[in-house]
Nanobody, 115 residues
């Protein structure tokens, strides 16, 4: 079993920055994809960005140029640096770890952006 613990959410002003962290623990298969998804009230959960064990990334169009995903494999931790935040970035952000056979989710961390 894998546990994911997120931190770093909170309140930011529009144009400001936040950094999310997610640490994985448990039986972690070495080849995996970690990522961030978000869900705003009344909307479906959507991809923000993912990163493979080898550093390959995928970014949603909404995040490109403003958000940067990175990971520290030694710490089993993935980060999301969010800059130039907009009110529409407000959502619950969920950490995800996916392997060939399993999909794990964190409990979510709230990001609020004031205009």
């Amino acid at each position: 079993q894998v546990q994911l613990v997120e931190s770093g959410g909170g309140l930011a002003q529009a144009g400001g920055s936040l950094r999310l962290s997610c640490q994985a623990s448990g039986s972690i298969f070495s080849a995996n994809v970690m990522g961030w998804y978000r869900q705003a009230p009344g909307k479906e959960r959507e991809l923000v960005a993912t990163i493979t064990t080898f550093g390959g990334t995928i970014d949603a169009t909404s995040a490109r140029g403003r958000f940067t995903i990175s990971r520290d494999n030694a710490k089993n931790t993935v980060y999301l640096q969010m800059n130039s935040l907009k009110p529409e970035d407000a959502a619950v952000y969920y950490c995800n770890l996916a392997t060939a056979n399993n999909d794990y989710w964190g409990q979510g961390t709230q990001v609020t952006v004031s205009s």
